[in-house]
């Protein structure tokens, strides 16, 4: 099965989920989001293979950096989308896809829906 996830080795959900993938001899395609951040239209196709909405993907508890964006849940998508661009780090991990879809898999355990 192919696979594909954003990741950040210092996440431990990462950590996690990238551990139950190659568990099941899976080894997925990882993106270090933190080194190479996501494009507007990354962020926006991963959204809408999740069927969720761009305030799903926020990682608000990082309350400088969601104060440095200038952002609230009340945001539009345009400014959404800004942040994450601008603060990688506001992108809530992992974000993982396989053949059965694409999901937030926060808690860890939830990569197993897509397995």
Known sequence: MKAWMTYNPACGTARNVLATL???GIEPQIREYLKQPLTRAEITDLVAQMGG????????????EVAAAGIT????????LDALVAH???????????GKGT???????TVEELL
């Not at 849940?73 to 959404?80: E, I, N, Q, R, V």
């Not at 990688?88 to 396989?98: A, C, E, F, M």
């Open 22 to 24: 190659r568990g099941r």
């Open 53 to 64: 909405k761009l305030s799903d993907v926020v990682r608000w508890k990082q309350e400088a």
């Open 73 to 80: 849940p009340a945001s539009g998508d345009a400014a959404l």
């Open 88 to 98: 990688p780090v506001l992108l809530n991990r992992p974000i993982v896809t396989t």
């Open 103 to 109: 999901k937030l898999c926060r808690p860890s355990e």
